[in-house]
Structures are given as C-alpha cells and as structure tokens.
C-alpha cells in the first residue's frame, strides 16, 4: 500500500484514499473534432508505459477531490515528487534521479534473476 | 529425446534416476538466426516448439532475460476456459483448449491438464442476463457453456454457500466443463524440452538491450547482455515487458502494465472441486493438486514493473472468498506474489504484423494469457511463418485502435479474467 | 502423584519456567494428556515422551517435532476447541496448549503409527523428484478421472474446516516512527534505545514472552542477570512507556512498500475460555517511518540418512525444551554437528541428568572451549566423523556413525538425536522490503546488504553474533542511546549447508532437506541433471521450499546441494524470493471486520423500511437494495409484475426512484460545462425545463445517461443511472479539473440528498395534486420535461414532470429525511384511487413497452448513439463535446453495425431469454455467424404479447425481416421491428 | 387542499433509536443539522466568510467553528459547512454575490458521535489515518476512508469525533464503529 503525498492537503496519505489517473501531461487536442484517426488512437490510447520514471496523475478521491500529478519509479515504486495539476511537467531534482535510477538497477537485477545475489 | 512414460520412470527407478537426459540444453547463441523470440514463457517457447513443427523452421533461439517460465507463465493461477463473448476471443481460446486437451501427448510430457470445470457465479439480474449472453453465443460457436440453477451449482461445488440472505446471493451460475486448469511450469517445461530436441536455442539470462534495423527499417537482430546477434525475423512474446521491448524498435503499444497479485493457502485435503470465479464481488479460486487453495486476487491500480503490490488487494479479494466460502475464514494464506500483467484498452490481446519490417508482436494478454498458451503459440507461430495473420487471430491486429474495432470483453461482460 | 509427574516422565525438576501447579488437560488423537501452562503442545507432548506427531506430504514417514519454533515443517496437527473452532495445519511448536484442547495428527489413515500411505514410501524409487510430468499420460482422460483424484488425496495435509468459524476477527491502523520486529536481546535493545528518544515505538514478537534466543540460551547473563529475565525486566520497562506498544503473539507478517507492515496477533488461540468480546487474532496494518529488523536466526539441521526420524530435532530446539519448559527430549540423547551451538544443548541436558550417548561433530577442528567443556562433563565427543544413518520406525533407536572418509561403522543407540549445521540469518523481512542480499562467503550465509527502504538489520538477522557487537549495533539502530551489558559462555565456530557425508552423492538414501514436502538431497541433484539450473527451476521441480514453512531449514541446504552439482559459487546459483507472509496467517485476520453486513455496505433508501413492510422483494443493484416486485397473497412475481404493470397503465403506480445518482452542476459556466460533457446542447434548456441526456466517453460510445433538469440560469440537477453514479461524477470532476478548469462551475452529488418518489399513470396528477403548493400542476402550466422548485407537504421540493413509463408522470423529490413521511402520504392517496406500489421489474417492463434503453442492460460500452436509435440526441450544431471525434471512427460510421431494434416472437407468447443470439439462417453449421443479440425481453400484459429488444446487425435496415434465436430445445421465429410497442403515437405521456 | 397541518411532512432520521459503543468509545447519532456543500475559488472566500459569519479555513485538515456553525476544510476549493444552531445557512450562502456553490446536502450527511478514550482507535479499526494528537490535533478535519465507505472525520476534543457519513452508508459505518468500539476496549 502506497503513501501518497498530496500537494493540496500537504500531507502523506494512505494509497486507499488514492485513485490513480493514468499518465499525465496528455492534453486533449484543442480541436479535437479535426485530428486524424491515427492522433486520435495517439491521445486516446497510447501510452508512454514507463519502466523507471513515469509521470501519472492521481485524485485524492477519498480527500481532497483534486487530481493531481506525480512522478513515480515504476521499478521501486517510490514517489520522486507529487505537484499540483496545471503545472507543467516538473524537472526531478538530479539527485533523486541517481538514486531512483540506482534503486532500479538494484531492485531490477533482484526480481530479474529472482534473487540472484551478487 | 528419450521418451517420458511410466516404463521409463520403473527403469530409471532400479539405477536411481542417473539415466535421464536434461530436459533442454543451454547452448551459447550462434551470431544469428531465421528467428528470435523474445521471451522464453510459455507463448515465446510454444511459438518456437510450432515453427520447428509445423513451419519446418529450426533455426530458432529463444532469448530469455531470466529463467525460462519465470515471468506470468510461472506466476498465473493456471485457469483454462474459453467461454468467452467475441467470435475474435472465442476463436483463439478455443483454439486453445483443443490444443490443451491433447498438449501432454503432443509434447509427451504430462502439463496436467484438468478439465475440472470453471464455474461462473452470477448474482443478480445483470450477472444473468451477461451470463447467458455469453452461453448462447458460446453454444453456437460449438463451445460448451452451460447455466446452472443455483442448487445445481452447490452440487457441483459442495462447499458454496447459496442461501438468500447472503449479501450477494447467487442466483445462478455459468459453467464450462472443459474448463480447468494446468500445471504452470509443466507447459514451459514441456515446450522447452520439445523445442530443445528439435533444435530450438533457449538462451537464458540473456538480457535485449535493444532491436537493430537496417536501412529499409526491417530488422536485422537484437542487442543482448552476450552481444549482437542477427535475426531474419524477430517475435516479441514479453509479457509484462512488451512496451519496453516494443519501445527498442520505436513502435509504441498500447499498454498498461499494472501488478497482478495472487495467493495460495496451506496444503489442505481435496476440499474443491473446480474453478469458482465471481465478477460481482471479484474473487476466483481452485484448489491445486498438491491442496492448496489457488487464489487470484485483483490488479494494482497504478502501472508498475514491481511484481509486488498491495496488501488491500489481498484482504479485498479475500473478503469476498470468505464471504462465498464462509467455511475458509479459517483457512491460512501461505505466500503471496505478484506478476506483471500488460493490458490494452480493450482488454483483448494483440498479435500481429507492426509496422517494422520483420517485427511480430504477441502481447497484451492482461490476465488472460496462461490459458491462451498453446493456441497463442500456435497462431503466433503461423503469423512470423508466413508473414500474415492467421484467420482466427485476424481481429487482434494492432490497427483497431486506429478503426475503433475493439474486441471489449471488459465493456461487454466485466469478465475481465 | 505431584502434579509435575502427571505433566508428564520427561519433566525435569527445576529445570524450565513454568509453575508445576498450574495445568492444563488436552487430548491427542483421543489419548488424555495433562500439560502446564505456558507449554506449547510439543512441550507438552515431548514431556510425555511422545514424539510421533505427524507423517510426511508425499511419502507418508512417520515424523516427529524437529524445532522449537515458527519454523517448524513436521509437526503440523489438528486443533480444535469445538466442532466449529477446529483449524488444521497448526504448528505444535506455537500452539499454546489450552484447558480442553483437542488435538489430532493429519495426513495419515487409519492410525498415525499405522498409515496405508506410508506404502508410499516403498514405492519411493518411482516418486523421484518431478515423476509425474513423465507419466499419468495414457489414456488421454485419465488424468483427470483417475491418477489426478489419487495424488490429490495423498496430497494435502489437514482437513479444511466443515463449519462457519464462529470466531471473531478484528483489524486496527497505527502509525509509529519506529517498528521493531523480534525482542529478543537485539529487538529490546532497540526498543530501549529507541524509546528513549521519545519516539513512537512499537516492539512486536512472535512468541508469548519476549526474549527470543534467551528462551533456550540460558547462558548469557545481561547486565548482570539470567538473560531471560533481563529480557522480562527490559518488556516491563518497555510497557510502562507511554511511547511504546508491545506486542507479543505477534507476527510480522509482511514489509510492504513506503513502510506499511502487516501484523497478526493472535488473541485468545491459547486460552482456555476466552472472553465473548475477544477477537481471535487482530490485524495490524501499521505505517512506519523505519524498521529495525531483529529477527534472529534460525538453526539448521543436518542433511543426512534418513535424519527424519521422530527424535531427531535441532540442538536449540532440545534446549528450548529444556531451558523454558523443562522437558528433556530423551533420555540418552545423541548430537550431530556441524558447529559449537549444538555443544550447549548436550552440556545443558548433561547437567540436568540425561545421558548423552555422544556428540558427533564432522568437523575435525571444532572450537576449543566446547570441547574443552565436554571433556570436563564427560561427553564423548567424536570429531571429524558423521552420522551416516539411523534405525528406529516410530522413533529414532540408533543412529551410525562412521569417522570421516573410513568405513568402519559402528551403531550407538540413541532415543534422541539433536543435530545443528549452524544458522540461517532470518532475512525475510529484509528480502520482502526488496534490500539486496550479499553471500557472506566464510560463514556460508546471505546477508542484508543494499537497503530498498528506511530499515536497519541488527543482531542475528544481520550476522552479528558477538553479543557486545549485537547490543552496540541495537542500540545505534533505535536511534538512542542504552546502556546493556552482556556476555556470552561460549564463542561459537562452525556451521556447514549442503549434504553431508552419508547424504549421498551417489547412493539411493534419503537424506532430507525439505521434510514436509519430501525432499531429498538425490531429488537436488536429480533436478540438476534434468537441466534445471536456476534455483528457481530447481525449487519449482522438486518443490523444494514451497511448503508451509516456505524453506526456512531448506533453501540454505538445498541452494549449497544444487551449487555443488553446477559447480558453480553459490551466489551465481541464486536464492529464491522470499515472500510474504512470513508464517502463514488466517483469512480471518486479514478479513477481520469486513463479513457478513460489513462485508459491502448495503445502501438502502429512505422508504427502505416501508417497502419492505409492504411485502417488497428486493434486488441488489450496484450497492444498492432496490425494491423489485410487490406480491401480494398468493401472487407469484409473474403475476406481480403483470398486475403492476396493468395497474400503472390503467391507473398509476408509485416507485422509489431515490437511487438514481444526482448532481448538482452549479455555476456561471455550468451550461458551457454541461455542452462539453453530454452530446446534447444545454443552453438552449431554459429554466424550468428538463431534457434526456446521453453522456459518452471520448471514444463515442454510451456512458451514461439520465434527465436534466435546469433550475436557475446557473444550476442544473443532473440524474445519472444508480450504478453510474460515481463513476459519473468522477468523469465529470476528471475534465472539470483536467481538461477545463478554466470553467467557473462545481459539481456536488445530491444522491443521497433527495428522496424520489416518482408517480406515474394517468391518475399521477390526482394522486399528487393535493400534497403539492406554491405549483401549478397543470398540463398547461407543468407540462412534461418541466420541474420546479414547490413545496410538498411543507417541504422543499424538486418537483419533475417526466416518465419513463410512457405514462403522465411525475417524480417527486423531498429532502431525504421526509421521504417515509410523504411515500406514506402519496402512497394512500394511489392505493384510495386504485393505484399501486411497483418495483424495478414493473418499471423496466413498463419502459421496454415504450423503447425507453436502459444503460448498460441495451448497451454495453460499445454501442453509440446513432446504434441505440439516439442519434436525435446528439447536438449537430456544438464543435465540441465528449466523444465527438471518437464518433468519426472508421467502425463507428461503417455500415452493419449492432443497432438496437424490437423483436416481436412469431408466437406471441413466446418471451425471449435476454441474452439469446439472434442468427439469419438457423440451418447454418457451428460455428454460427451471429447477428446480435437479446438485450431486454419481456412478457408485455399491456400488449398482450412478448416484447425485446435487441442489438442486431443492420438492424435498423431489416424492419420486418424474419430472423431466427436458435436455442438449446428449439429455434424461436422472431420479426424485427421498431421498439415502441406500446402507445407508438405517444399521446399518453402529455395527459 | 387538505389540511397542511395535518399533512405536514415530518422526519425519519436514518440511525434514529441506535446507541451503542463501548466502556472507551461511546457512540451516538448525532442530533439534526443544517449542512451546505459550499464550493468556491479562493479569490471569493473573504466574502463568503463574511455571508456565512465564520472565517472558512484555508490551511489543508483544519476547521474553524462560530455561533453553532462549524466550517471543515474538505479541499482548497470545498468546505463542509454544518450549522447547528441559529439557522438560515442557505439563505446566508445564497445572499452572497461572489461566484460559489452552495448546496444544501443536510439529509444527504448524518453524523456519528464518537468519544472516550478509545475513540481515536475505533476509528482506526478501519480509517488509514494517522489519528494521533499531534497528527490530527483537536479541529483536525478531513475526508478519509473507514472500512468501505466514505466519511468525514472531525476531531472535536481530544477524545471526541463526528463521523460525517452519506446516509445510506450510516448503518455499515454504525456497525463497523461498534466493532471498533468493541476491540478498542480490550
């Protein structure tokens, strides 16, 4: 079960009151009645799928309402950052990147080999 | 291949065993092949094993970045139906069964197939009216699928509780006497070794790093953790890492890959007969050969490569096994585990051409994958052999997400399993 | 007799912390047996000299107690407290034993010391390791109907409980800064350190006591006491601290992701007569900021010939029964080791009177002060030999030794083995938070060593044996600072894993290394040869480690077993995951509160109660319980429905439609909002007006839909469909917040706000007319699709004119709490003029005869407007709404799509089966192309005839075609037609 | 028209005659109040607290009370308002000129009393919350989840709870409060 920072309640939550959004950043097309088959497969089923980090939208459905965005290591599972919907995508600080991408390596070898250990 | 049969087994019995052959070899890869498969599951291997067979293609390895059967081949909870709604699904899963009512024959290698029956139960007017949706269309097709009252349904399965004030009673149920399940591991096994002895390389612990393309954008090979190694075709069948091996050659899939969690409990004596499942209170449940209880629970919300997930997962889909069952309160949960499913939009899975030359993928079987094993080998097989589609896996190309063709079991039916 | 006599022959005075006069009295296998209390059931039984417990999974030998512990894999029996509290697969190394307790062996048939199973063990050369893939293949069928039945009832261990437990589970969320697993001298250390700081601190263990390793180790002394009771003094410091929560009789179960910890705490499964309020077990689901990991380790035994012989157990394990229970194990007791521990078992039991036949070590070097110490107790210590078998059928008699590459062998009776090959770091914990493993290659052990989350391994679990070491390390990790001092007797050497001599290579002896689950070392390296060269393959093959005690005594063994076959260093071999649970846990417990009414919630609303009382059947929708038909004396629900539906037609009918979803769309931009959600336009409705919406997806197809009603300017009441609710609101809130959050508009659900009572017929008016003021109810002045705020009854209301029936209507909406009140009043004032009460049924047949689609029973999440005959309702004018270029898809404009039509049976009595497939040539063979299908079917007292609905094909262009429904029995002849069946001009709904 | 005295519609609450709990946490329905779901950008809180009377609290988990009315932050842009005393909440809200949305959802909310001692872990017998003192200080108040259900959990003293709670949902929330009650007592 996840603890989920909300960037409105200021607080880490219980995945429970958590609802999980799919990817973020995707906008819906301004004219979206004039795209083409093949952008509207794009926006509406495509999906980036990450291994490592991925950038989602939740809603603290069971708090505050809002929905909001976070980016996550689909490897680790941990949360590098939440921010508030409407901010573009957000840069992750450097650091965190290295120690995500290092996690990974670790966490990725373990379950690859099912627990080959060095 | 030295033949499996119980005279083998009484002889090696008297010289304690030292007579038998490993069941496939580990050779290192040669710098190329006609064909590569991505992914030594039981789809990956069972397409190599009906190349060599069927398509007279041998010149076959099979790359694996683990341990052959160790993804959702090894992870599953080993149910086998084909009762399901479109003709597009009923074609591949009955396919499918056909092939598991024969497959410990045909690869001499005992996968237990168990057509023990798996029983739907409907609970309330939409559960029946979906259920008998999917009866009729199944009788039609020629698949067997049958309605039961729910008294019948308790004398299949003795240990249903049926009675009205139950939260969710039962008013009936579906069932699918071909259905069962198999053992897991034996079905990779069994392909392995059969496409071993016929020439087939399965490299183990052999990571993809990445798919090469030549000037016309057709593939010449892949990048591995042991090297370059060159391939005519290439077949990707990874489950749980489709969209990452996809991604190396630029084609974009759509997929999900969210946790799928599953349990077992202590060894009990035979106490269920069959498989259960209810979409109404989400739970399904069998009863392995060794005794355990075989649970699966439900999916993870969020995408995720972790193969773990929540315990809330677990204690949901064990509410409602307790509140069919209410006998099991007592039971205990030994292990519990996690694979990684990759599901489309629309639930149904894909296999097809791409649009890189040479490039055939074999994925999104979200949770549906173990049954479709052999038939999914088979029609994969069919597809990298000649190029093209075959017929009953034609509706599973890519392009519907394109035209809006969705194969939508989920919309239809909320039988997602 | 003393009461320590009657516990049982193998007491020893003075020896184990229990108090003589305080018993206990169980049964096993029928047999009476006095216990004291505090004695696990194996205490209890080992004090009476029994030592035959259980047989084995597959080769059905007999088996015996080999640990003390959580990790035992033998002994696992049968423990009940009355028919219904019965649990099997207990390990008698936990279980308390109770007053009353009723206990019985498993997995053996008539007798435990006559088992017909155990003929499996002579056929054993047949059963090596994965046998069954290679056989049970001919004839096709048999598996299943004969060679599967039988394995599956030699397989299993107990009997599945035949009775609803009647005990009672219960479930709490704590939060902590700081969760300590295991109080033994590591964990208390911790704890102390931790506590000091003022932090929140739980302590949890999985025994009764705390002390962990100091149950049996009476050696140590801690500042300045006996271990033990150091560790008991340290608890009651612990306890009185307003920071921390000890827990005992508590596992932890599993280290989840971002520190959430599963424990259970088993509550009353060692009392004699618990109290009605206790639960059984609990369950912790705790959030904490770090975890100390003090789990100890656990000792292995030793993998040779024939080692599963009842009397043949771990070194600490006889200790633990001596040194805590006082019970001696035997009475001329052997020793097989590999490492020091297993010395102080011997010492131990030496000091308290048994005779110890010999320590057999197979090292040639063992540590000096031991030996040094079994020469001053006069111990006949053979070093550099090994135990290459044993004898004795129920109960190990002798066991053969022979020194270390010689031949000669020589037997020494025994009526008790004790064998240690060191210790196992328990890692679990750590492995189940994702840390990485290290192989620690001098002491052949796996240790922590790259941390995935915030915990800490100290003591045993993190391979820190000197004590001085363990108590510095424990006291950094609780992030305090305590002052314990301690010392051990003995520094101990030692420890192999693998097989030992005797144990093969290349004999036919079984040589044990998973017990419950039958495997052998030769299965091992039967895998191995058979190509299974990943620890996975080999665990999968031979099941190594997948029994209930998930391989805590055999991963080690079989891991080192495998690598020496590979030729490979063991960490190049691997280990296998280790999963939760950590010990296996109760349904129950994790289910705790949510059974029976607290399973699901169950809504039901306001006029629940008089429904009910009106003879009401209901049925479950979404959550919701909805009245269904209302039979009355005699009345079947076919003659219910057909009365009902007649009655509203004729006269009128009232229906609780209150659980419909509801939302209020507040704002200046709310008619803007509502454009770009529902296909419809909006801003054409004026206030007072209400209109059908149609609600897609942006992939086109139906979502949902319902009436809505236009208030003010700047305020809609929107109306979902009951199961759509919130996933209605949900969407809605997605695009508000997402897509067009610069909207000045909010959405609140109304749900539950408002009772509704909908009224329909054509003496709706009359019905209603005197209950309602500050309206004009007039056809002229309210006609339909009109709704006004009035008052009923004296109450705010919301008052709709609308009709899913076809009929007059309307659909009356008080503030929930009023609903019984004015459902009551309404209710008499229909039943004086000849009106009814009608449920869902009657309200689906009544909408079907008029072609009214019900969401999600006539569609299915790919059907689009223009397919339901909706098409009017999508807006032609709006450049934008939900869903608009969804519609344009290539299949979505194509010809022959699934539309929805009527189908009128050629036999007017014939009534469809929802869910029939509709086909154009019944004469086809399988498989059959089909053209749709039954969505709703109907008998129509109204019209005197069955009605449907149906997707089909084409279907709009073959009005008055004869298509066929091929069913089991018989092919039903059936016309297309349009949907209205009923009043098609439509005149009735403006009366 | 009939009489309208006479036809006066009159209320059935849902809970109405339940009692219940344990020797640490008592249990009881609360009485009837005014509830308005008021919705609002933060340019126009000012002036709504003004309508209203009460300052509406804008820092995430607080509330604020005043003259029976009490104000529960629910998001950045939502508060519970629950009036239970002088009356007139509605109308307040609606004689407000800045842009917001006030609806009334009075019967659409009930409310459970929970206090003792052992109310914080009743509560907890189901709600993933961290409901410590220094987490969830007395006026703490959020949306969060208990058993199955939805719920709004306000923090009136320090042993003492309102579980605000969707109508239909007040029987599963009763029941699984019980049994909280129950275990927190033992």
Not at chain 2, 228 to 238: D, P, T, Y
Not at chain 3, 36 to 62: I, M, N, Q, W
Not at chain 3, 695 to 701: A, I, L, Y
Not at chain 3, 942 to 971: F, H
Request: hydrophobic letters at 40%; a neutral charge; glycine letters at 10%.
């Amino acid at each position: 079960m996840l603890l989920i920072h909300c960037p409105y309640c200021e607080d880490d939550r219980s995945e429970l009151e958590f609802r999980w959004a799919g990817e973020a950043h995707i906008a819906r097309p301004e004219a979206i009645s004039e795209i083409s088959d093949e952008e509207f497969a794009e926006y509406f089923f495509l999906r980036n799928n990450e291994k490592g980090l991925t950038y989602e939208r939740w809603r603290h459905i069971h708090g505050c309402g809002r929905f909001f965005n976070a980016a996550r290591d689909t490897v680790s599972d941990r949360f590098l950052m939440t921010y508030k919907a409407g901010l573009p995508k957000q840069p992750v600080p450097v650091a965190d990147k290295m120690a995500a991408t290092a996690e990974e390596k670790t966490v990725e070898t373990w379950e690859a080999t099912e627990g080959d250990a060095r | 291949m030295r033949k499996y049969s119980v005279f083998a087994i009484a002889r090696e019995a008297i010289r304690a065993h030292k007579g038998w052959d490993a069941q496939w070899t580990s050779p290192e890869p040669r710098s190329s092949y006609d064909v590569i498969i991505i992914g030594a599951g039981g789809h990956g291997l069972g397409a190599a094993y009906y190349l060599a067979k069927e398509h007279g293609i041998t010149n076959i390895a099979v790359i694996e970045r683990g341990w052959l059967g160790g993804g959702n081949t090894g992870r599953n909870t080993t149910i086998i139906r084909s009762n399901y709604l479109y003709e597009e699904s009923m074609d591949i899963y009955e396919h499918s069964l056909k092939l598991w009512e024969g497959l410990s024959q045909e690869l001499n290698y005992n996968v237990m197939y168990s057509p023990r029956g798996v029983m739907m139960l409907s609970h309330n007017t939409h559960d029946q009216q979906s259920f008998k949706r999917h009866i009729n269309a199944n009788r039609l097709y020629g698949i067997d699928n049958e309605w039961l009252t729910p008294e019948q349904a308790k004398a299949f399965v003795p240990v249903l509780d049926i009675s009205k004030t139950a939260r969710y009673a039962i008013n009936g149920a579906a069932l699918q006497r071909r259905g069962g399940t198999a053992r897991h591991d034996a079905v990779a096994w069994g392909y392995a070794r059969a496409a071993s002895d016929r020439g087939v390389h399965i490299i183990q612990n052999c990571e993809v790093t990445g798919i090469r393309r030549g000037p016309g954008g057709e593939v010449q090979g892949v990048e591995t953790s042991k090297g370059f190694i060159g391939a005519k075709k290439i077949g990707v069948s990874a489950a749980g890492h489709s969209s990452v091996v996809m991604e190396m050659a630029g084609v974009r899939v759509p997929l999900a890959s969210n946790p799928l969690q599953a349990l077992v409990s202590e060894p009990l004596k035979p106490i269920f007969p069959c498989v259960v499942m209810s979409n109404t209170v989400h739970a399904y449940i069998s009863q392995s050969d060794k005794g355990e209880l075989v649970i699966g629970a439900g999916t993870d919300q969020y995408n995720s490569y972790s193969q773990t997930g929540g315990l809330q997962i677990i204690t949901h889909t064990l509410d409602a096994i307790c509140e069919l069952f209410p006998i099991f309160r007592r039971v205990k949960m030994m292990r519990q585990w996690g694979g990684i499913t990759d599901n489309t939009p629309d639930r149904s899975p894909i296999q097809g051409v791409t649009p890189v030359p040479g490039l055939y993928v074999n994925c999104g079987w979200g949770t549906g994958g173990f049954k479709a094993t052999p038939g999914s080998a088979n029609l994969f097989a069919h597809l990298i052999a000649t190029g093209a589609p075959h017929r009953l896996a034609a509706g599973l190309n890519l392009d519907r997400f394109r035209t809006g063709r969705l194969i939508d079991e989920a919309a239809a039916a909320a039988v997602a399993h | 007799m003393s009461a320590s006599e009657n516990s049982g022959g193998f007491r020893i005075k003075g020896a184990g912390r229990h108090t003589p006069a305080r018993t206990a009295r169980f049964t096993f296998d029928g047999k009476s047996y006095t216990a004291l209390e505090g004695d696990t059931v194996a205490s209890a039984l080992l004090a009476h000299g029994v030592h035959l417990v259980g047989r084995s999974f597959k080769y059905h030998r007999p088996r015996g107690i080999l640990t003390s512990g959580p990790e035992e894999p033998n002994a696992l029996l049968d423990v009940s407290r009355d028919a219904a509290r019965r649990q099997p697969n207990v390990r008698a190394t936990v279980q308390e034993v109770f007053d009353g307790a009723k206990i019985a062996s498993q997995n053996r048939w008539p007798s435990l010391t006559f088992d017909v199973g155990g003929f499996n063990d002579v056929l054993s050369p047949f059963f090596a390791a994965g046998f069954y893939y290679k056989t049970f293949m001919w004839p096709r069928e048999a598996w299943h109907r004969l060679y599967e039945p039988i394995i599956r009832r030699a397989a299993g261990l107990g009997e599945a409980p035949k009775e609803v437990d009647p005990d009672h589970y219960a479930s709490r969320f704590a939060h902590c800064d700081v969760l300590i697993a295991g109080a033994g001298v590591a964990g208390l250390t911790a704890a102390l350190s931790a506590a000091s700081t003022g932090a929140n601190v739980f302590l949890v263990d999985e025994q009764p006591e705390v002390g962990g390793a100091l149950h049996y180790d009476a050696a140590t002394t801690i500042d300045g006491q006996n271990g033990y009771d150091w560790a008991q003094s340290a608890a009651a410091r612990l306890k009185a601290m307003p920071n921390v929560t000890l827990l005992t009789r508590t596992t932890v179960f599993g280290y989840y992701n971002h520190g959430f910890i599963g424990l259970a705490e088993r509550v009353t499964d060692h009392m004699a007569r618990p109290g009605r309020d206790l639960p059984r077990e609990r369950l912790w689901q705790v959030r904490t900021k770090k975890v100390v990991i003090a789990t100890g380790s656990i000792e292995r035994h030793m993998v040779f010939a024939n080692n599963d012989r009842p009397g043949i157990m771990l070194a600490s394990a006889a200790r633990s029964f001596l040194n805590h229970h006082g019970v001696a194990v035997g009475r001329n007791v052997g020793v097989y080791t590999a490492h020091d521990s297993a010395y102080e078992a011997a010492f131990d039991l030496k000091r308290a009177g048994v005779s110890i036949a010999a320590i057999v070590d197979c090292r040639a070097d063992p540590g000096a002060a031991v030996l040094e110490e079994a020469r001053a107790l006069g111990i006949d210590v053979l070093t550099g030999h090994s135990v290459t078998d044993t004898a004795g059928r129920l109960r190990i008699k002798s066991m053969t030794v022979v020194r270390n590459g010689g031949s000669d062998t020589r037997k020494i009776k025994v009526d008790a083995l004790l064998m240690s090959a060191g210790w196992t770091p328990s890692v679990h914990l750590f492995s189940q938070s994702r840390g990485k493993l290290r192989f620690d290659d001098s002491n052949q052990r796996f240790l922590p060593d790259i941390y995935a989350q915030n915990c800490v391994s100290v003591g045993g679990c993190n391979g820190t044996d000197d004590i001085a070491e363990l108590i510095e390390e424990a006291s950094a990790a609780g992030g305090g600072s305590v002052s314990v001092t301690a010392a051990n007797r003995f520094e101990w050497t030692g420890g192999m894993i693998g097989a030992a001599e005797g144990a093969g290579p290349d004999t036919a002896v079984k040589a044990f290394v998973d017990f419950q689950h039958d495997v052998t070392a030769k299965d091992i390296r039967l895998a191995v040869r058979e190509g299974m060269h990943s620890i996975e393959h080999i665990k999968r093959f031979t099941t190594n480690g997948m029994a209930s005690d998930q391989g805590k005594l055999s991963n080690m063994h079989g891991l080192a077993i495998a690598a020496e076959m590979l030729g490979r260093p063991i960490p190049q071999v691997g280990l296998t995951t280790f999963r939760a649970p950590y010990t296996p846990v109760t349904y129950g417990t994790l289910v705790a509160h949510s059974r029976d009414d607290l399973f699901d919630p169950a809504r039901k609303t306001p006029m629940h109660a008089l429904q009910a009382a009106a003879g009401a059947e209901f049925e479950d929708v979404g959550n919701w319980k909805r009245a269904w038909y209302f039979p009355k004396r005699g009345e079947d629900m076919h003659a219910a429905v057909n009365r009902e539906c007649r009655t509203v037609r004729e006269i009128g009918g009232v229906f609780d439609a209150s659980t419909l979803g509801k939302i209020e769309v507040v704002g200046p931009d709310a008619a803007q909002f509502l454009n770009l959600l529902y296909t419809n336009a909006w801003d054409t409705l004026k206030p007072g007006k209400s209109r059908y919406g149609i609600m897609t997806r942006e992939d086109g197809f139906i979502y949902d839909d319902g009436v809505v009603g236009r208030l003010a300017e700047d305020r809609f009441h929107v109306t979902t469909t009951t199961g759509g609710a919130p996933r209605v609101l949900h969407h809605m809130e997605d695009y508000l917040q997402t897509e067009f959050p610069h909207l000045k508009v909010w959405l609140t659900s109304t749900t539950e706000q408002w009772a509704v009572i909908a009224v329909q017929g054509p003496k709706a008016r009359e019905i209603i007319a005197p209950l309602v003021e500050g309206l004009d109810i007039s056809n002229e002045a309210f006609p339909h699709m009109s709704v006004s705020e009035c008052s009923v009854m004296g109450v705010p209301a919301r008052l709709f004119r609308m009709s899913f029936t076809g009929e007059l209507g309307f659909e009356v909406n008080v503030p929930a709490d009023y609903g019984p009140a004015v459902w009551t009043a309404i209710r008499d004032r229909a039943e004086a003029l000849g009106a009814c009460l009608y449920g869902t049924e009657t309200m689906h047949v009544l909408r079907a005869e008029k072609g009214y689609i019900i969401v999600g029973q006539d569609t299915d999440g790919t059907v689009t407007p223009e397919d339901a005959g909706l098409s009017w309702a999508v807006s032609k004018k709006k450049t934008d709404f939900v869903g608009i270029r969804g519609l344009q898809r290539p299949d979505l404009v194509r010809g022959g799509r699934k539309q929805l039509v009527g189908l009128k049976t050629k036999d007017p009595r014939d009534v469809l089966e929802e869910g029939a497939q509709i086909v154009a040539d019944p004469n086809q063979p399988k498989p059959m192309t089909m053209l749709g299908h039954v969505t709703s079917s109907y008998w129509s007292e109204n019209c005197g005839r069955s009605i449907a609905m149906a997707l089909v094909a084409g279907g709009k262009a073959r009005m008055g075609e004869t298509l066929y429904v091929p069913m089991a029995d018989r092919t039903i002849a059936v016309e297309v037609s349009d949907m209205v069946f009923f009043d098609k001009e439509g005149g009735r709904i403006n009366g | 028209m009939a009489d309208l005295a006479l036809n006066m519609a009159t209320r059935t609450l849902p809970l109405s005659g339940v009692h219940g709990g344990s020797s640490v946490a008592r249990l009881e329905p609360a009485s009837p109040a005014a509830r308005l779901s008021l919705r609002a950008r933060s340019e126009d809180v000012a002036a709504l607290s003004t309508a209203l009377g009460i300052a509406l609290p804008v820092k995430p988990k607080t509330s604020a009370s005043s003259h029976g009315r009490t104000a529960l932050w629910l998001g950045p842009d939502e508060w519970l308002v629950i009036d239970e005393g002088q009356g007139g909440l509605l109308q307040a809200a609606n004689d407000c000129a800045a842009p917001h949305s006030a609806t009334d959802v009075s019967h659409r909310n009930t409310a459970i009393l929970v206090s003792g001692p052992g109310a914080a872990m009743a509560i907890n017998s189901g709600c993933p919350l961290d409901l410590s003192l220094k987490a969830f200080p007395v006026g703490a108040c959020s949306r969060t989840l208990f058993g199955k259900i939805e719920v709004v959990l306000l923090r009136t003293a320090e042993d003492a709870f309102r579980v605000e709670v969707w109508r239909s949902f007040s029987d599963y929330a009763f029941g699984l409060l019980s049994e909280g009650a129950r275990d927190a007592a033992l």
